[in-house]
């Protein structure tokens, strides 16, 4: 006579005998090296303490003014810790830099960011950060409430395109934006 029970196989998440929906015991593992490590070789293009300092104080400036001032709403994801519109390990009073990283940076704003992410002239600074508004504007982020045309994003779209094919060194910066 045959067995009818099904050889569980080893490394199997479930034991023999336990109900098929009780994933509760599952422990996933995470990892304790960046997130980012394929940047790790790239640390010096990044310039993520004028980037901290520049959040400190008080973000993007007549930047968030020209786009219509809609930074309010706070990175995500959001943390209960974390002051809104600060990344979880960033400290939200004055100081070093030394817990805020290259991942906290990269992270994913729905507000307009203070300067550029990688290290560029002035002149082109302040294009990130426009351009950064496009994104959001795409996204669909920058205006609350407001659906995104079709239209709209394909505008939106050239016009981003356009500044890293006019600017060769804003390419990368938009890549990293996005």
Do not use: W
Request: charged share 20%.
């Amino acid at each position: 006579m045959a067995d009818t029970t099904e050889a569980t196989p080893p490394g199997s998440p479930m034991t023999p005998g336990a109900p098929s929906s009780d994933f509760q015991s599952m422990e996933v593992a995470t990892p304790s090296t960046p997130r980012l490590e394929a940047l790790a070789g790239h640390n010096d293009h990044f310039q993520v303490e004028n980037y901290f300092r520049a959040m400190q104080k008080g973000g993007s400036g007549k930047f968030s003014r020209l786009l219509g001032g809609l930074n309010s709403k706070s990175r995500t994801p959001k943390t209960p810790s974390s002051p809104a519109g600060t990344p979880s390990g960033a400290a939200s009073s004055p100081g070093p830099a030394g817990n805020f990283t290259l991942d906290d940076m990269l992270m994913h704003s729905r507000e307009l960011i203070p300067t550029s992410l990688l290290k560029l002239a002035n002149e082109n600074q302040a294009r990130a950060i426009k351009m950064f508004g496009g994104v959001l504007k795409y996204t669909g982020d920058l205006v609350e409430g407001e659906p995104v045309t079709a239209a709209t994003r394909v505008e939106v779209a050239q016009k981003l395109l356009h500044n890293g094919l006019k600017r060769p060194e804003l390419k990368d910066e938009l890549y990293m934006q996005l």
